[in-house]
Structure formats: C-alpha cells, structure tokens
C-alpha cells in the first residue's frame, strides 16, 4: 500500500497549498476519490469550499465542471439536451456539465427537485439518459456538491435519496488565527490556486481506485460496522436509519484510510474515524431530537461511544497471510 500512501500524499500536499489548515477535511476528500465517491461539502460561504473542488480536480489533471445551480434550471442544464440539426437531419446530443470528471456542483440545494433528480443516475449508475440514449460518463467520475447550513431562503433540502448518494458530509470550518495570518500572506500577491500544477496522472489514480479494493477487511471489523449501521436504525431518536449503502460507504472509506496510512487491513479506529462524515447525514432525525436541538452528528457520536469496540488480538485484524508468518510480525521485546 506505499503506492496509496505516497499518491495520497503527494495529491493532499498540493492541495494544501491552497487549503491551509484542514488537513483531516483534505484527507477525506482525497479517501472518497479513491472510494470512487461523491463529496458534499456543507459549511458557511467563504471558507473554501469551491477552491477545494476546483484544488482537487487541478492536482489531478482532470476535466472540471462547475454547475451553479439556481432556481430556474432545468435537468436539461444539468444533464445536456438533444438538438436536430438541419442539415444532417438528426438530433445530436450536446452534452450538460455533467459530462465532466470533477463535477462542482454549487449551492446545490438552490436547484428545484427536478433538476436534483437530474444527478442521480449520474451519481449511483455513472451514465446520462437524455431522449431515450444513454450516455456513459468519463471515469472518473466525482461530484462535489456544496450547500450553505445557513441560508434557508430559496432553497429545497435535498431528499433522503440525494443525500444518501454522497459517500461523506464534510465541513471545512474557520481557520485559526495563525492559519487565517498564512491565508493572508499567501495570497498578498497571487492567489496559490494560479500556480497549482498537476501532481499525479489518471493513470496512477485509476491504479490507486483498484488498489484501495484489495485492503483487507476482517469479520471483528466488518460485524463492528454493521452494529454501528444498525444501531442508527434502532435509535429511539432515529425516524430513518443509515441505510445498506451507509454500511458499504463506511467499508470503502476504511479501506482507503488504511491504504492512505500504508496499511493493507483495516483497523477499527479507521471506522470510529469516518463513521460521522459517512453516516450522520443519511440520518433522518425524529420530532423529538430536533425539538431537543440534536443533531446527526451528536447521534452517530452516541453510538459510537454504546458499542463494544472489537480487540484483542491485534494480528485478527490482520490478511491471514501475515498473521500466518511469525517472522513477519514483531514481539513487544523486537519493537
């Protein structure tokens, strides 16, 4: 898993150069990439939302998208629309915005349900059906969406099936005093955005996606998830549960945060890690928890802290490969 950690590395360094102090929130935008999934950044303006899809997509030499979304698109907007040209005398396809590999899709919520339903065969099947043709996206594929917590004038909350096909719900938050006094100085003459540069090739990250997949993952590890998974539906709290794709959502992001780390199993602090980005925000609340001002957040946090963590033997984490190799694993006395 070198090969992981050093594209990893090499990706979250570049993008830092323009994202100053929010490392953690870099290093899970650069885990759903690998996971093959989709971003929804949710914070207030001006922290760097936009510039962290925009980083993103420059680090890796991709096609980006920017989709404004407002309320008078149409899915059409969105996906592309069929055009009959005179002298051919065919329609032709030109393709929407969504025909790109990094898809920014801003304020997303300012776009009425019609045209949010436009992205969801995009975001679960990766192909476009427009008259009755489909047409296959580029790989990759990944859409970052953002939306602002605080505005609710003119906007439509995204429905449960929307929500529940972002992989995680991030927040990137203020910077600190000292990252804000670097946010200054670096930007007194240009922004660092201008001079980003690709740092990896599609190659190496198509490579990275298929490496991701064969990180070991043992059964402590796979019943710990589905006990935090299940727990959310039974929560008295809960009206609606995260649902099976949260469960394989938080066995995808493990596997790349082990391969990030250099590791080719997953352990259960990576879970405890990402269960919140990957869980909270496919949890519908009940009346009572949001009379009470709880959020998704503090529930999936709850669980967390009810549930037996798995332990013991380390090695049971472990491919039976290693554990089958004493001389590769070293006593207490040897580290």
Do not use: W
Request: with cysteine; proline share 7%.
């Amino acid at each position: 898993m070198s090969d992981v950690k050093q594209f990893a590395e090499r990706v979250c360094a570049n993008i830092e150069r323009v994202i100053v102090g929010k490392r953690s929130t870099v290093d899970l935008a650069v885990s759903g990439l690998l996971c093959q999934g989709h971003l929804l950044i949710e914070d207030v303006p001006g922290v760097g939302k936009t510039m962290l899809a925009r980083s993103l997509a420059r680090s890796l030499g991709c096609s980006f998208s920017r989709i404004q979304f407002t309320p008078d698109m149409l899915p059409s907007d969105v996906t592309g629309v069929s055009i009959f040209n005179q002298v051919s005398r065919e329609f032709e396809f030109r393709s929407g915005p969504v025909m790109a590999q990094i898809v920014l899709a801003d304020e997303i919520n300012r776009a009425t349900p019609k045209t949010q339903a436009a992205l969801l065969e995009a975001m679960e099947e990766r192909t476009v059906t427009v008259d009755g043709v489909t047409h296959t996206l580029p790989r990759p594929f990944m859409v970052l969406a953002t939306q602002n917590p605080i505005e609710y004038e003119g906007t439509f909350p995204l429905p449960e099936a929307q929500l529940d096909r972002f992989l995680m719900q991030v927040r990137l938050g203020y910077p600190s005093a000292d990252d804000e006094i670097k946010i200054l100085e670096r930007q007194q003459y240009q922004h660092p955005f201008d001079t980003l540069e690709k740092v990896v090739s599609l190659e190496e990250l198509v490579e990275a996606q298929e490496a991701v997949k064969s990180v070991y993952v043992s059964d402590p590890v796979k019943r710990y998830i589905i006990a935090l998974s299940r727990q959310t539906r039974d929560h008295p709290e809960v009206y609606l549960g995260a649902s099976p794709r949260g469960s394989l959502a938080l066995y995808r992001t493990g596997q790349a945060r082990a391969a990030m780390f250099g590791r080719d199993y997953v352990l259960p602090d990576d879970i405890k890690a990402l269960a919140v980005p990957t869980l909270a925000h496919r949890v519908i609340l009940g009346p009572g928890a949001r009379l009470r001002d709880f959020s998704a957040q503090q529930i999936v946090q709850e669980i967390l802290n009810s549930i037996a963590v798995p332990g013991g033997d380390p090695t049971a984490m472990m491919p039976e490969k290693i554990t089958q190799a004493p001389e590769q694993v070293l006593t207490p006395a040897e580290e």
